[in-house]
């Protein structure tokens, strides 16, 4: 286990899961769409995306999944992510900074497998929170 | 009442089979910004807990180009995405092939402080080569009239 390996012992409910800062452009907004090969011109296209009534191209949904869930494995080396469950509540737009965040809000054992229920969410700089809802994530255990 | 294709409710689609190689799993790591060596780093990965490389959990998104089931709901100029549920089980691999089947759970309408909304609930699940689940999605999809006003 590497020198970020975090054990299900170690952590407690309300610990945070360190930030990870997300500041979308066009350019990482295009790099996502191409390695998912979508198609949709409201990701890349400002002005297609102004003629459906939005000021100019938003970042895809999933790309906040994607993110979160890099925090997620940035934080624990050897996390698995068993569930994430989001709402999209505001679009995720170029030249906005956001923050990834996460606090831990319950603790299971089963057996073998100890996990642990996270609430995660993006941030921008006011405090809303275009993506939001929980993650549970199966922690290595010591010994 | 919303007018759609009721006879699609609950129907089980097969949206294909796809390969995955290694290049689409590390390009997609890439733009994210993943460093962790099990995403990133075929031979470091080797070390690693998953024995090998492997695909961010949401790297599913990029079977996302194939057609759903569409229930062809006779309402909104605009769709979003309005929540996704999603279950990880077996990590995808260079090599794997997926087979991606999708089903329309619900088509309901609700109204909100915007106005009416349609919202449709699909579940894809996303399976390997060996019968194993990979991962199951369940999306709102979210119709409405117009893309203002979205908060």
């Known amino acids: 286990m590497s020198e970020n390996a975090v054990y299900f012992e170690d952590v407690d409910i309300g610990d945070e899961i360190t930030p990870l800062p997300m500041n979308p452009t066009h350019e990482t907004i295009a790099a996502y769409v191409k390695a998912c090969r979508i198609t949709e011109k409201r990701f890349t296209d400002d002005a297609y995306a102004r003629s459906l009534g939005m000021d100019g191209i938003i970042a895809p949904g999933n790309m906040g999944l994607a993110y979160l869930s890099r925090m997620i494995n940035d934080w624990a080396q050897g996390a698995i992510l ?3 469950d989001v ?3 505001g679009f995720v737009k170029p ?3 956001l923050t990834c965040k996460g606090l831990i809000v319950e603790k299971h054992v089963r057996g073998s497998e100890n996990s642990i229920e996270c609430d995660v969410f993006i941030e921008n700089e006011s405090g809303d929170r275009p993506v939001a809802g929980s993650a549970t994530v199966i922690l290595p255990t010591r010994g | 009442m919303i007018e759609f294709d009721q006879s699609i ?8 089979t796809f390969q995955i190689t290694e290049d689409m799993m590390l390009s997609f790591a890439q ?5 962790s060596p099990q995403y990133v780093d075929p031979e470091a990965a080797k070390n690693t807990g998953s024995g090998g490389l492997v695909a961010p959990p949401i790297f599913y998104d990029v079977f996302r180009a194939h057609q759903m089931p569409d229930p062809k709901v006779q309402f909104g100029k605009i769709s979003f995405n309005a929540g996704q549920h999603c279950e990880f089980y077996t990590p995808m691999r260079p090599g ?3 087979t991606v089947k999708a089903r329309i759970t619900d088509v309901y309408e609700k109204t909100g402080r915007t106005g009416k909304m349609v919202f449709i609930i699909r579940e894809t699940t996303y399976e390997n080569q060996k019968g194993e689940k990979v991962a199951v999605v369940e999306q709102s999809q979210v119709r409405r009239e117009s ?3 979205r908060e």
């Open chain 2, 31 to 35: 733009a994210v910004g993943e460093t």
């Open chain 1, 87 to 89: 709402r999209f509540r």
């Open chain 2, 96 to 98: 794997d092939t997926i």
């Open chain 2, 147 to 149: 893309g203002a006003g």
């Open chain 1, 82 to 84: 068993r569930k994430l």
């Open chain 2, 9 to 16: 409710l609950g129907k089980e689609f097969v949206l294909g």
């Open chain 1, 95 to 97: 030249g906005v900074q």
